[in-house]
């Protein structure tokens, strides 16, 4: 890994419990990264295995607590070996510290935000989940729309431009002055999504929904 990077491994951000993949309180989140040395007033610079989806998923998360300063970078290790970027195999681990939550309602949808019917809801996951055809999936949210995550990335797993990104967005019939909610099966891939369309391209009105394809299934959507 980079040098002094820690590790927060996406899935120690979730709840034990029957519908797999809802991210903890806001009160445990805090006292997680607080734990991990890592404060709401920080600049925060989160990579993963350059898929793009777990660091999304931080991001996301980071961003629902209110943190301010958060910025993604993309692991390619030609890049790195041609900037010389230190590697290590020695673990990192950074002083405790308080992470101050700010709770940002607008990036989560919840579940009667999805069936209120006042969004555009679209389904990140492959063809075959949304499809139904998939195993563990049997279909999509009623009048939800698909639009692959990965359409947002190029060949590498990196993040597009934002005028590409717009261009995928439109061929969708998505446009930046409609509220737009993303899910997939637990939310990871949601927020690559997210990010491409609220981060990247500046759409004011994109959210994750957290509990996702499982919650819907789990309660009856």
Known sequence: HIQNAINVPHKELYQEAEIE???????DLSA??????VSNTATIIIYDD???KYNSRVYWVLKYLGAKEVYLLHKDMDEFKAARVPLTRAATSSKATTFTPTVDKSVMASLADVKSGNAIVVDARDAEEYAGTAEKSDGHIAKAIHVNYKDFLDSKGAFKS???I???AAKHGLSKDKEIIMYCQTSVR????????RSIAGWPN???YDGAYNEWVAKGG
């Open 190 to 197: 949601a927020a690559t999504s997210y990010v491409a369309l």
């Open 162 to 164: 934002k005028a590409d």
């Open 32 to 37: 997680y990264f607080g734990k991990k040395g």
């Open 21 to 27: 993949g809802l991210i903890k309180s806001p009160e």
């Open 50 to 52: 350059g898929s793009s």
């Open 166 to 168: 717009e261009a995928v």
């Open 206 to 208: 994109v959210k994750v």
